[in-house]
């Protein structure tokens, strides 16, 4: 065999198990753990035997660590939860540091948890709390005033938390400053926005153009814009778009999806770059046996919020369901 043959066939053995090697490593490699399927549901543990059960509300996602967590109303316990494996637990546990109810809950960059107390504070306790990632308590704060019903909480582009009041059109803003956690009233529109019966502010997000705010009122179904720098609200334009029942908001770039709870209905919307205005793009029946919420994105799908408040008893399996981001 002369040597150009002879490398010829040796280059053709060397391909050959280099290839073998390739298929077999492929068969006996495991799959990576984000190629596992990720839960439809997630199952809550709930108080299936208090009389009044149990009902939620808030969701708030850790992106770094993959983890959201639930607000339930009917004792304020903290559920966590496992994004990938499904896994939850009661984070924190009912009368937690004077809380006996639980609204909005969100997560900063740091990973911290805020957790906004609905009237917590007409029974005595704090109307807002701050922990860290561990659980520990950093923060219990009160809003001075009376009969506040703190909702729903953002963070904004300065890193505190922007929290609504529903009994009045009034935005709290919580920050830790010059080594203390306070809660202020940031923004008073009552000049502007009529108070009306039922849950006023609500659902709260960053604008599109990080230089506002985007917030629901749910029982008239209007949106207000309020101006990061001056704190003025102005009315969203949505071209007659029917939003009453409007409670959770979720926005990714200029899309944002209203979850309109006791219409079972959720609302994609295209917002102008300067959220001033907003336009239907679609909208979509809900489960009709359940009543969403709120939700948020966790890696690529919507984590909607079974609340169950339309049982007079809340009633097991208590649960947040995932979605794919609807189109």
Sequence with gaps: MNRALARTVRS?????????????????????????????????????????GSKFEGIGVDRRQRTFYVSETTGGEIHRG??????????????????STARGVTVDRAG???IAG??????????????????????ALRTGMDDPFLNDV???????AY???????TIF???????????????DARGTIPTATGFNLGGIVVGPDRRSLVVAQGNVGRLWRFDLRTRQATAVDIGGVNLVNADGLVRRGRTLWVI????????????SGDGTRARLVAERSTDPDRVFTTGKIARGRLLLVDSHFDETVGKPPYEVVARKLPR
């Design 118 to 139: 609905g009237p917590n504070s007409t029974t005595g306790g704090p109307d807002f709390w701050v922990y860290a990632p561990d659980g520990e308590l950093l923060a």
């Design 12 to 52: 053709g053995v060397l391909a050959l198990a280099a290839t073998l090697s390739l298929a077999v490593g492929a068969t006996l490699a495991p799959a990576p753990a984000y190629a596992q399927p990720r839960p439809p549901v997630y199952i809550l543990d709930g108080d299936p035997g208090d009389p009044a």
């Design 154 to 160: 953002a963070i904004g582009p300065d890193g505190a």
């Design 163 to 169: 929290v609504t009041n529903s009994n009045a059109p």
């Design 82 to 99: 496992d994004v990938r494996t499904g896994t939850t637990t009661v984070w924190l546990e009912a009368g937690a540091d004077g809380r």
């Design 260 to 271: 309109r709870n006791f219409d079972r209905v959720l609302t994609r919307l295209r917002l």
């Design 173 to 187: 803003r919580v920050a830790r400053e010059r080594g203390e956690w306070r809660l202020t009233t940031w923004a």
């Design 112 to 114: 911290r948890v805020y």
